[in-house]
């Protein structure tokens, strides 16, 4: 009982002994040496920020031609002769939007039907855009006129050149791709 009325008196003077320990001394001669004596070195010269290239962007161009990795269409050569001389594509007809695109670089992407029964086709094209279509609408650089729409794909009637100075109907389909 007696020792706990000296406790907060032996407190005190600890803390007074530890202040005093950390006291103010003129022993600062070898950092004040030392500080002065790395600010007298002769400084190293700083290096020049490294040259930066502008950024040359490339055009990938080939984004619209078949991909090397599908089989390549087979066009079925007509009979020597044989040539129909009514299938020609419409001059004067005015092109759609999707005929700008390569018909490899478009996708069905799934199908849509609106309150008057039409299945349309949701095409997406190689910019990312989708596209509906129906039975009617063109798409793809030769002439290609869809002639039928079903849920799992688009069947394309194409109008190229037979190379023999006409032309020749090939189908072609647009199947649907699931996402991985």
Known sequence: ???????????????????????????????????????????????????????????????????????PVEVKPLAAGSSNKDVKPDPHRVREYLEDFSFDALQMVGTITRDDGILWALISDSEGSIHRVKIGNYLGRNHGRIIEVSETAVNVIEIVVDGKGGYVERPRSLTLKLPK
């Not at 600010?39 to 502008?54: G, S």
């Open 1 to 71: 009982m007696m020792f706990a009325r000296f406790i907060p008196f032996v407190s005190l003077l600890a803390g007074v002994l530890l202040l005093t320990g950390c006291g103010r001394g003129d022993d600062l001669t070898d950092l004040k040496r030392w500080v002065a004596e790395v600010q007298a070195r002769p400084r190293p010269p700083i290096e020049p920020l490294p040259e930066f290239r502008p950024y040359e962007s490339f055009s990938y161009s080939a984004a619209n031609l078949r991909s090397p990795f599908e089989p």
